[in-house]
């Protein structure tokens, strides 16, 4: 069996398999695993620290979980939006196609995590014959994005199928995966795998880092693999609560992320998600972020801030303000608070 099946085949799924000096305090902690499911896999299990550090709160279960009184399940409308099962079509040219519930840790922030690891989500071989099914049938979608949970836990034989389907049809113009694998369980990047991907270019890859602890020589060496093959890589952070919250963290994170020549893609403001409250900050404090890395840091490492608007509109880029209006003039406020007028041009 190769290595990153057997770690995943390893992993810790209750309360009691967790090291003692890691084991949360609260008793009901059964009760949120048996709603929302624990795994944590002894690679990502490796690089906690301690207690409540920002690993660690992304991995084990909160009892805060299933006690939000805020949020909603599909906070996207993701279920309204999806013409099949599995699929999500919410923009014109590009579509969301999950095609395993499967991932190498179950975050605790997941936007999916009213079906991610549990029967909720059914998907099949059934399933995503009919996701190709329909993007075979609809000309406009030039853009796949095939998600999940985490396609890269899929076999590879498994994912050779879904993708040279998807570059058989004619209409799709590239593939992304979004997959966590390359932070979560990097050694499932095997040189095979990086071999059928680069099968399937145009192909992008957006992974998942949220803090410069993720960064190890593993994660390098599978990014590695993946842009040496050729695949543009990008990331798709969120901004958590306790986690990445405050600048220092998110500038040393954007900086890391360049060195394994990962362009930092979005920064997502934390959905609405049910069970996912505590790990919610203000829209300000993603702002205050994004004003410490514009113009302080490389503009390669500044990704868009976004949020996901709740009931399915779709990611709202949010920027700090740099513009006023004073008549027809504009004044302009640079990274470091100069000003400067500018004399607009006649329309
Ligand atoms: C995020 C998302 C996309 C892709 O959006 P981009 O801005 O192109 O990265 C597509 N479909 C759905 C449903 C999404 O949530
Ligand atoms: S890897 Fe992605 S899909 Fe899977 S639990 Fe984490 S955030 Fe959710």
Redesign the pocket.
Known sequence: MQTWRNLLKKSISTVTDLPLELRPNQERINKVIKQYPMRINSYYLGLIREKNDPLWK?AVPDIREIQDQVCMPDPLGEEDLSPVPNLIHKYPDRVLFLVTS????????????RK??TSEMAITKKTIRAGLDYIRQTPQVRDVLV????PLLLDDEILDWILSSLRSIPTVEIIRI????P??LPMRVTTRLVKILKKFHPLYINT?FNHPDEITPEASLACTRLADAGIPLGCQT?LLRGVNDHPETMQELMRKLLMIRVKPYYLFQADLTLGTDHFRTPIETGLKIMKSLIGYTSGLGVPTYAVDAPGGGGKIPLTPNYVQKLGDQLMFTNYCDQTCIYKNAKK
């Open positions: 992304q499967q991932c190498a840790m179950y975050c605790r922030f997941c936007t999916r995590k991610v690891g998600s999940g949970g985490d979004g997959s966590r694998a932070c979560t998942h969120v």
